[in-house]
């Protein structure tokens, strides 16, 4: 057999693979070469750093006000993370496992919510925000993203539930197990995998989202999360490159933290949902 033509395919397939990590990686080599840029700021960064430093970084973390701002995003996306995980997973199990009244009305109107552009729900939701009176406030903000959050995380999770056999519920029944024993020992290991892709889902609506932070927050800047944040940055007739890149660099590390741990958990209960299954 001649070795050419397989020589000659891992050589295309390599350059190919090359190719699509130099795309896909180069904005983010960009962004990070520019945060380490002292000559960034004035808008002249280059492919390599042309004077390294942390200035950017610490100018960014002081008084460009950042701290305060990655601390209300973390608290704004572990709740909402937590409380929308609870609720779509004690929901799913419902929908799921119990027959009652309007329960194919419910799946249905979750299914059309999901349909419906979320910058439609700008009004709406900051209309009930705002009879509530919880404008101005990160606490207002975590209500309209646990919200955003539900139609999807309970249509996820209800497939992951709906796929469990009822026998091993009833096998735990009849052993003994209650049921806060038996969700506990067998569904939840078995919807693991569902419950971290929402929780991916939860946590990127908090981390990232835009237009409802500004909406909900107005002018409350000591509220103000990352991506309103970042905003600040950006000038009438000039822009801040090192500052913005160095803001962006911040940013970025946490959501490769949190995908770096959800990971584990997602692999993890994808072999417990194999074993028990």
Sequence with gaps: MNPRPRLRSRIGLGIAVAAVLIFTLFPVYWMVSSAFDGKASSGGQSLLPQEFTWDNFAFVLTDGGFGTYLRNSA???LVTVLVSALVCLLAAVAVARFKFKFRTTILMMILVVQMVPLE?????????VKSLGLLNSILGLMVVYVALSLAFGIWMLRGFVAAVPVELEEAAYIDGASWWRM???VLLPLVMPGLVATSIF???TAWNEFIFAMTIL?????????SIGLKSFFGLHSNDWGSIMAASTIITVPVMIFFVLVQRKLAS?????????
């Design 183 to 185: 969700f506990r020992s």
């Design 120 to 128: 439609a729900l700008v009004i709406p939701l900051f209309l009930q």
């Design 269 to 277: 209960g994808m072999v417990a949902g194999a074993v028990k299954g």
């Design 75 to 77: 608290i704004v996306a």
């Design 202 to 204: 939860s946590f990127i």
């Design 218 to 226: 107005g002018a409350q800047t000591d509220q103000y999360t990352v």
